[in-house]
C-alpha cells in the first residue's frame, strides 16, 4: 500500500520561512479597547446628563401636579389651574428637549471625533504594519532563493 506523506515538517519549514508576526494583531486589540473605552465614556456621560434632566423634569412636574389637585372655592379656579399646568408644562417640555438636543449634538461630535481619530491611526498602523510584512516576505524570499 501507498504511505500518506507526513506534511508536518513542510508546514513547520513553510511557516518558519514566513514568519507572523502578532504584535500587529496584539496593538489593534489594544487600540480596539482603548477606542471601546471612550466611546462608553462619552455614552455613559450622556446617559448620565439625561437621567438629571429626566428627574429634574419629573420633580417639577410633579411639584405642578400637587399646585393643580389642591381644592379650589370656584369651578373657573379648577379651569386656570389647568391651563396653568398646560401652559407651563408645555413651556418646560421645549427647554427639556432643547437640553436633550444639546446633549445628543455634543454625543454625536464626540464621537465623530474619536473615530476620525481612530480611523487615522487604523491607517498609520496598517501602513507600518503592510511595510515590516513587506520587508519581512521579501527577506525570507531572498533566504529562501539564496539556501537554494
Keep these: 500500500m501507498a504511505k500518506t506523506q507526513d506534511f508536518t515538517a513542510v508546514m513547520k519549514d513553510m511557516m518558519g520561512a514566513f514568519p507572523i508576526d502578532t504584535s500587529a494583531l496584539e496593538d489593534a486589540f489594544k487600540s480596539t479597547a ?3 473605552e471612550k466611546l462608553s465614556g462619552v455614552a455613559l456621560d450622556a446617559a448620565e446628563k439625561s437621567a438629571e434632566i429626566s428627574n429634574k423634569w419629573t420633580k417639577e412636574t410633579l411639584a405642578k401636579l400637587t399646585e393643580m389637585s389642591k381644592a379650589k372655592a370656584e369651578p373657573a379656579d379648577y379651569a386656570k389651574a389647568a391651563t396653568d399646568f398646560a401652559s407651563a408644562s408645555a413651556e418646560v417640555a421645549a427647554e427639556n428637549m432643547a437640553a436633550f ?4 449634538k455634543k454625543v454625536q ?12 491611526e487604523a491607517a498609520e498602523d496598517a501602513t507600518a504594519a503592510v511595510k515590516k510584512a ?15
Excluded at 109 to 120: H, N, P, R, Y
Excluded at 134 to 148: F, I, L
Design 34 to 36: 482603548s477606542l471601546n
Design 109 to 120: 461630535s464626540e464621537t465623530v471625533e474619536l473615530l476620525m481619530a481612530a480611523g487615522k
Design 101 to 104: 438636543a444639546e446633549i445628543a
Design 134 to 148: 513587506t520587508n519581512e516576505v521579501t527577506a525570507a524570499a531572498k533566504k529562501a532563493t539564496a539556501a537554494k
